[in-house]
């Protein structure tokens, strides 16, 4: 069975917070992070990260976990440097 994995980041309306999560329904995923913005139980929530700035897409579920572990264990600089891969005026992207 062929499935997709997403690793995404995704920032607030100011650019000033990242957050970085992993899901196997990108555009699902999304509303609910703009459902929640906002709410103060979740880091997403609480800095209103709803904006997409960078996915990824992988076939396997452990590659995904293993490379949304990876990123959340970068430096801010290097977040960004990926996000410029594909995004290099880091617009809010739509799915």
Request: aromatic share 12%.
């Amino acid at each position: 069975m062929n499935q997709n994995y997403f690793v995404y980041i995704l920032t607030n309306p100011g650019r000033n917070v990242l957050y970085t999560g992993v899901t196997n329904d990108l555009c699902t995923r999304l509303q609910q992070h703009y459902a929640n913005r906002g709410r103060k139980e979740t880091f997403a929530g609480k800095y209103h990260c709803y904006k997409l700035l960078y996915y990824e897409r992988h076939s396997d579920v452990n590659h995904a976990i293993a490379r949304e572990k990876e990123i959340k264990g970068w430096t801010r600089a290097k977040k960004d440097a990926l996000i410029a891969t594909i995004n290099p005026g880091r617009s809010f992207l739509v799915v």
